[in-house]
């Protein structure tokens, strides 16, 4: 499993692509940010094609898949907030699609393939 850096790519399953600001600074791979516990909450979803004239796109990610999503092992210490979990390629969350239901989110890329974990 590989972590997650801010060139990740994530899509919801209409195919919108998940807005990434990561909140750390301090580790990268290949000079990019890692993704680090509660980056994916509460992000924008972009272009999302499910569009009609009743049902607004997604907007937004409302929650993530705990277990498959976060590193068991290795957490980076942002400055002055508590350790915080990196996310795998295996990351995964609902959008509020709609307003009325959730659809579900997932990584198509990770942004690099030189670090990951075994779980």
């Known amino acids: 499993?590989?972590?997650?850096?801010?060139d990740a790519l994530l899509k919801c399953d209409h195919g919108g692509t998940v807005g990434l600001a990561p909140r750390q600074d301090w580790v990268r791979v290949a000079g990019r940010r890692v993704l680090v516990e509660d980056d994916l909450l509460g992000r924008p979803v972009r272009a999302c094609p499910m569009v009609t004239p009743t049902t607004p796109a997604c907007a937004r990610t409302v929650s993530i898949s705990e277990t498959p999503s976060l590193s068991a092992l290795v957490r980076v210490q942002t400055q002055g907030d508590r350790p915080r979990r990196v996310y795998l390629d295996t990351a995964t969350g609902h959008t509020d699609w709609?307003?009325?239901?959730?659809?579900?989110f997932a990584v198509a890329e990770p942004g690099q393939s030189?670090?990951?974990t075994g779980s």
Request: hydrophobic residues 50%.
């Open 1 to 6: 499993m590989r972590f997650l850096t801010e």
């Open 98 to 104: 709609a307003r009325l239901s959730t659809v579900s």
């Open 114 to 116: 030189l670090v990951g």
